[in-house]
């Protein structure tokens, strides 16, 4: 008999995440008496949950199935960092997990319309932890041949693996028990990888599910934490940006600056410009754009990068949200040593469309895609690298190209060769010299967006002249140390006007 077994998907291009995968089911109910109400609202993490009471810890073990004597560190309460603790982490916040009220609205489509902890019940018997999902160094967890049974493998407990993810991965791996498959995907950070998709968000398959509860956990959520909350959201983006054939919602650009006054982070959207989220003061530093917004690298190296949330209107310490946006920072992975953190100059995703990372170090850089490994370039030892650019400063008589630059402090420009990576990556100077009043260059709204040496922005057009940046009320007035474009996405906003 083929084994149909579905799984998870590490996708590089935002953040760390893998998908689950497979099975099916039977619809068996065991009801059950709820254990008595736990705080989880100070949850951002595994780390915060610190010891489960025994008896708390007996009862999840019953009521969902865990067969913990094959779950190292199975009868640990407090180490979570044992795979047996982890499991009773996720199993306590999907358990603990209160929403409030819910409609058919964005992205939730009423998929799931019991309780998520009720239709894990009801359609996963059994969870272990082995190897049967097909030997993939990615795959988190599977369900095979519709069995009840959701299998659980080693990276599903990687000291990197968000809370948040473990927990969702479970709603993902119920839904797969009702016998939705994964598909090719064409496009995002997994194209060209098999069962890595769903076709289609309105197909309601095991990514659609798993994005639904993590809209509800963001967007109504009642007691769980906003760092928790941020990091469903993230993953949520992940998953629309990497994990459907047929991209399910509409990415809205937005703008983000530094305020050179007082180094409030400034986002501006696409077509009033009007809205600013300042709340939080920073410091200097380099914006580095996402497909889920934008981080703020500090200019002091020793300072963790700030995740910058537009949801929740607030700044999170990198460390709070390194196990999901990682991928992207100077935390990046564990085995980065701090001195390679520390070389890390910019980063840059996505230039192209082509999913491709690029990692600017201060004396060579790195061309990422997917989890393949990254073909190192060693820069002109005669060169300091300043930033990664996305768009050429200088016109040609088509316009400002498109793709992966590099700026020098000598104000020469390199473009980088993707066209081969995985397998190498190459650069060359190109003609075209960094304008000396320039400090920023972005693509905003079909514009080339420029922010001239003193910080003013204005619109680069066509013909080479700058025109004003059609901005809200006294923007014309400011002035700002760094700009940098990202995307939005709408439907996960829902307090932004956009
Ligand atoms: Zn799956």
């Not at 070389?343 to 990422?368: S, T, W």
């Not at 050429?392 to 402090?409: K, N």
Request: with cysteine; hydrophobic share 40%; proline share 5%.
């Amino acid at each position: 008999m083929t084994k149909a077994v579905r799984r998870i998907l590490v996708t590089v291009s935002v953040i760390n995440a893998l998908l689950p995968a497979v099975a099916w089911a039977t619809g068996k109910k065991r009801p059950v008496v709820p254990v008595a109400p736990i705080d989880i609202s100070r949850v951002t993490d595994n780390a915060a949950i610190g010891c489960i009471d025994a008896d708390v810890a007996h009862k999840l073990i019953k009521d969902y199935g865990l067969e913990m004597g094959r779950f190292s560190g199975s009868t640990e309460l407090c180490d979570s960092k044992r795979p047996g603790k982890k499991m009773l982490n996720a199993i306590l916040m999907l358990d603990q997990g209160k929403f409030g009220p819910t409609a058919r609205a964005g992205l939730d489509r009423q998929m799931i319309t019991t309780d998520y902890a009720t239709y894990f019940r009801q359609r996963i018997g059994r969870v272990v932890f082995d190897n049967q999902c097909g030997g993939t160094s990615w795959v988190l967890a599977c369900v095979i041949n519709s069995n009840p049974v959701m299998h659980v493998e080693k990276p599903y407990f990687d000291d990197d693996m968000a809370l948040a993810l473990q927990m969702t991965v479970l709603v993902h791996e119920a839904r797969h028990t009702e016998g939705f498959p994964h598909y090719r995907c064409y496009t995002g950070g997994n194209a060209g990888k098999n069962g890595a998709c769903d076709l289609s968000y309105e197909a309601g398959g095991a990514y659609a599910v798993e994005v639904e509860y993590e809209t509800r956990v963001a967007l109504n959520g009642l007691n769980f934490n906003p760092v928790f909350k941020t990091m469903a959201r993230l993953f949520a983006i992940d998953r629309l940006n990497n994990n459907f054939v047929t991209a399910p919602t509409t990415k809205k650009p937005a703008l983000f600056l530094v305020d050179q006054a007082d180094s409030h982070v400034v986002v501006l959207d696409r077509e009033g410009h009007a809205n600013e989220l300042s709340d939080v003061v920073l410091g200097k530093g380099r914006l580095i754009g996402r497909d889920s917004g934008a981080n703020l690298m500090f200019e002091d190296p020793t300072r963790e990068p700030m995740y910058l949330d537009y949801y929740a209107r607030k700044l999170f310490p990198q460390t709070a949200v390194a196990p999901v946006v990682g991928l992207t920072m100077r935390n990046y992975a564990t085995s980065w040593s701090a001195a390679k953190k520390q070389n890390l100059v910019d980063i840059l995703n996505d230039a192209a469309g082509n999913g491709i990372q690029i990692r600017l170090f201060k004396n060579q850089l790195e061309a990422a895609k997917g989890l393949d490994n990254a073909p190192v370039v060693d820069l002109p030892a005669t060169e300091t690298p300043v930033a990664l650019l996305s768009t050429l400063p200088c016109l040609t008589p088509e316009g400002a190209s498109v793709g992966f630059y590099v700026r020098m402090a000598s104000g020469a420009i390199y473009q980088i060769d993707t066209s081969n990576v995985p397998r190498r990556a190459g650069m060359s100077r190109v003609a075209c010299t960094w304008p000396q009043d320039l400090a920023s260059i972005t693509r905003f709204s079909g514009k080339v967006v420029v922010l001239d040496g003193e910080g003013h922005l204005s619109v680069l057009e066509e013909n080479g002249t700058r025109s004003p940046f059609p901005g809200a009320p006294g923007l014309a007035a400011r002035r700002f140390t760094h700009a940098v474009a990202a995307e939005l996405v709408p439907e996960l906003v829902s307090d932004l006007v956009l």
